[in-house]
């Protein structure tokens, strides 16, 4: 048998032994509300846009390396908001989105997005805290959500990896004996 007729052989025989437990995984999720995978519906209104923009450079501010919103973070979490998230998922994103524009209303006689950063900072450090009343858990678990959507949306952009951390495509060669103090930040955090 030569090499060819081998793959061809070994390929449709360890095919076969995915091909029913695959199917199954796919009739199970049949019944799941299906979300388009293109990422290119809208799922936030303008003001939505905006808090969420302000709410992820909050969470990861322009220092001396470009924030969240140079790293194109809101525009990543709306795009796995659109391409990822199941639709009850989604609504309880764009929930906790509006009860933070109501609280700042409420509270601060404006949207979000038109206070002060300072005002911003404060209502932010409420959501992490949970004291923000009438959300659930006092908006910590919207604040879990986001700032896990800033953060996986920053660190794996252009900018998160080649600016904020040392990024290396081809690190060299391996050697045991390199010393630790010159790593210098390639394994700090």
């Known amino acids: 048998m030569d090499r060819r007729k081998f793959l061809i052989?070994?390929?449709?025989?360890?095919?076969?032994?995915?091909?029913a437990p695959l199917a199954r995984v796919l009739q199970a999720n049949a019944d799941i509300d299906p979300v388009s995978?293109?990422?290119?519906?809208?799922?936030f209104s303008e003001t939505e846009r905006a808090a969420v923009a302000a709410l992820s450079e909050i969470i990861m501010p322009t220092t001396d390396t470009p924030g969240?919103?140079?790293a194109g973070v809101p525009?990543?979490?709306?795009?796995?908001?659109?391409?990822?998230?199941?639709?009850?998922?989604?609504?309880?994103?764009?929930?906790g989105i509006k009860q933070v524009n109501?609280?700042?209303?409420?509270?601060?006689?404006?949207?979000?997005?038109?206070?002060?950063?300072?005002?911003?900072t404060e209502i932010v450090q409420k959501l992490h805290d949970g004291q923000i009343p009438l959300m659930k858990r006092g908006g910590n678990l919207f604040f879990e959500h986001i700032k896990q959507l800033t953060l996986s949306g920053y660190?794996?952009?252009e900018i998160g990896m080649?600016?904020?951390?040392?990024?290396?495509?081809?690190?060299?060669?391996?050697?045991?004996?390199?010393?630790?103090s010159e790593v210098g930040t390639l394994f700090t955090s």
């Open 155 to 157: 660190y794996t952009s």
């Open 102 to 120: 109501a609280y700042a209303a409420a509270y601060e006689g404006s949207d979000f997005v038109d206070l002060d950063e300072n005002k911003q």
């Open 162 to 180: 080649t600016v904020e951390r040392v990024y290396q495509p081809v690190p060299g060669k391996f050697d045991g004996f390199y010393p630790y």
């Open 9 to 19: 052989a070994m390929s449709g025989a360890l095919g076969s032994q995915f091909i």
């Open 37 to 43: 995978l293109t990422g290119n519906e809208p799922v």
């Open 75 to 95: 525009d990543y979490i709306e795009f796995m908001l659109s391409a990822w998230y199941e639709k009850d998922e989604r609504t309880r994103f764009l929930i």
């Open 68 to 70: 969240a919103i140079a």
